[in-house]
């Protein structure tokens, strides 16, 4: 079993929806968790940076962690083309810079 | 915020070639930058942690022998793939960590490795 599970998608919206995405995780010791977006053929751009358990907003995304079910979320609003990327969850146990990652969930936008 | 630039963005190399790849933090010292390894519709692997002024610190499976590290001074690290062969071909991708969170917040733009 992977310590974090991802559905890969690939996920496909018209614009204007709310998107939910979401990852479960099996290591009860993780304590911060991310959401990070990549473009094809780049690199990953951090997103959502979340300590613990609850929601952080920021614009048109949340990110929500419950850690007693282990499973976190990204939810974006009123979705634009130019969200269309593929979506990774990462999480740490510390600080210790080390992070394990979700497989990623391809979404596309379509106008 | 902070950028991490890593060049070649990509690259292609002959069977038996050793070829390296550069991970520079542009306005920022990191003591620590981390090199990923990631397959197409696959996730980033942690291959290994570069340290500066030490060894790097190899995640299980992944042979020191062949991917060299090397963390010379605070804004730069490389990693040399040796003796590539057509399963290296992958997407290489460095980070270094965000002084403040602690993690790596900062990615380099990524290296298509392509060995033929």
């Known amino acids: 079993q992977k310590e974090v599970e991802q559905d890969p998608g690939p996920l496909s919206v018209p614009e204007g929806a709310i998107v939910s995405l979401n990852c479960t995780y099996s290591?009860?010791?993780?304590?911060?968790f991310m959401w990070y977006r990549q473009y094809s053929r780049k690199g990953p751009e951090l997103l959502m940076y979340t300590y613990s358990s609850g929601n952080k907003e920021d614009g048109r995304f949340t990110a929500q962690v419950d850690k007693s079910s282990k499973y976190i979320s990204l939810f974006i609003r009123d979705s634009q083309p130019s969200d269309s990327a593929t979506y990774l969850c990462a999480m740490s146990v510390g600080n210790t810079g080390k992070l394990i990652f979700g497989q990623g969930t391809t979404l596309q936008v379509k106008p | 915020g902070a950028v991490v630039s890593q060049h070649p963005s990509w690259v292609i190399c002959k069977s038996g070639t050793s070829v390296k790849i550069e991970c520079r933090s542009l306005d920022f010292q990191a003591t620590t930058m981390f090199w990923y390894r990631q397959f197409p519709k696959q996730s980033l692997m942690l291959m290994a942690t570069?340290?500066?002024?030490?060894?790097?610190?190899?995640e299980q499976g992944v042979e020191k022998d062949k991917f060299l590290i090397n963390h010379a001074s605070l804004t730069l690290s490389t990693l040399t793939v040796t003796s590539a062969h057509p399963e290296d071909s992958s997407f290489y991708i460095c980070?270094?960590?965000?002084?403040?969170?602690?993690?790596?917040?900062?990615f380099g733009q990524g290296t298509r490795l392509t060995v033929v």
């Open positions: 570069s340290n500066e002024g030490s060894k790097a610190t190899y």
């Open positions: 980070s270094a960590p965000d002084r403040v969170l602690g993690t790596e917040a900062f």
């Open positions: 290591n009860s010791a993780f304590q911060y």
